[in-house]
């Protein structure tokens, strides 16, 4: 449903509409940028939203599994170093890989047991990685986190403590939060951005957090203006979502914070919730080709990465745990579970009632951008936003055409990119040719295949030729 309009999939839509002004020609963007949403201003589609009933269902608590599987890759950079051997007893919350040089963020355990040995985990794009297995004790008691007084302590103090409890990026992407909140003296910062817009299909873990756990997303949001040293925190959420934003806004308001920390609704576009996108939603301004949101004076944090900041500042709690949305025509029985770190796909399904007989693909993160894993051994890891369960239907198996030149997907590329040219290139392993159409720039939101007629993997084609000149192979 847009603008009160339910559209098909898979076209790029601009409405001709007739109003009492001069000003004809507006598309719907245009009109709710009018109503007062904010949206970015180049390419963008409207995939059709599938959050019902996920964005109507409360968080509720995956049960404790008799053994996880912690990957020690959980993060953008190196794998962390284990600390543990088999043998070892482990705590709840006790730090397990740590990453101590470059980049990286530590691990901890998400239970209490014992190390069952160094395995390997299945990473839905590098394939096995290291990961620590643990036996859970059945006995343990839950771990208590003491709430403690965070006001009084230094930046750096509250930076060191987010990098003990290794945060990193929730929305998917797993940048290191303590390198994040660290920007180059000479890019000077004056504004924080949350990210709440949640722009995939299906996922709707966001949306609860925010809506369930508002004052704990308005703390994190003052831990990391405190850290940052700016004057203020802009907070974009969808406007499908407005109960999470009157949810913020009364937040804000309660903790004295409603004229430094404001909540904006955004046009309901994808990809709304990219980085750069949502930065010139916001703030008008625009990241430079090769730049990053400190050059424009903006630092862009999940709402999920402020939540955890919360918890590291006024609980002690590392992060292990997060909320995951799991929906999809596959699944019995859809839901928003908040997930330790390590717990196996196919526990999440038998505890969902397991699975429909015609499912046909299961993706990490959302329909758009996540990535498809070839077996349910696959665990939940910090970055992990949504598991679908996807069906035929949802997921149709089709083969693609060669490039028509309908031009669609250079509309709706939101970087002003042509995936069109880098596709024809890599399709014929010229992935050197790829880079002069700015392949580097694109951050593969899959607007281009979304709208392709002739059903291209034009992000395959683009994730491939990346893989290939870095040197690593390719699995797509």
Known sequence: MLFGLDLPAGVAYSLRIVLPSAANDLNLDELMRIAGLATFTQGGVHPPGRKEPASGLAIEP???????????????????????????????GQRIGSVDKGLGAHVHSPVTGTVAGLARALHPVLGPVPAVAIERDPEAAPKIWTPQEWEHLAPADLLAAIRESGIVG?????FPTHVKLSPPPELPVDTLILNGAECESYLAADHRLMLERAPGVIQGARVLLKILGVPRCVIGVENNKKDAVEALRQAASDAGEGQRISVEPLVVKYPQGSEKQLIEALTGRRVPAGGLPAHVGCVVQNVGTAFAAYEAAALGKPCYERVVTVAGQGVRRPANLLCRVGVCLMDIADHLGGLNEDVAKCVLGGPMMGFAVPGLEATVAKTTSGVLFLDDWESPDTNYGPCIRCGRCLEACPMGLSPNEM????ERRKYEGTQRYGLWECFECGSCAFVCPAKRPLVQFIRASKARLKGCGCRL
């Open 423 to 426: 596709s024809i290139y890599a």
């Open 170 to 174: 929730m929305g998917g992407a797993g």
């Open 62 to 92: 995956m049960p404790l599994v008799s053994r996880y599987l912690v990957s020690l890759v959980q993060h953008c950079g190196a794998p962390a170093a284990p600390l543990v051997k088999k043998g070892d007893a482990v705590a709840e």
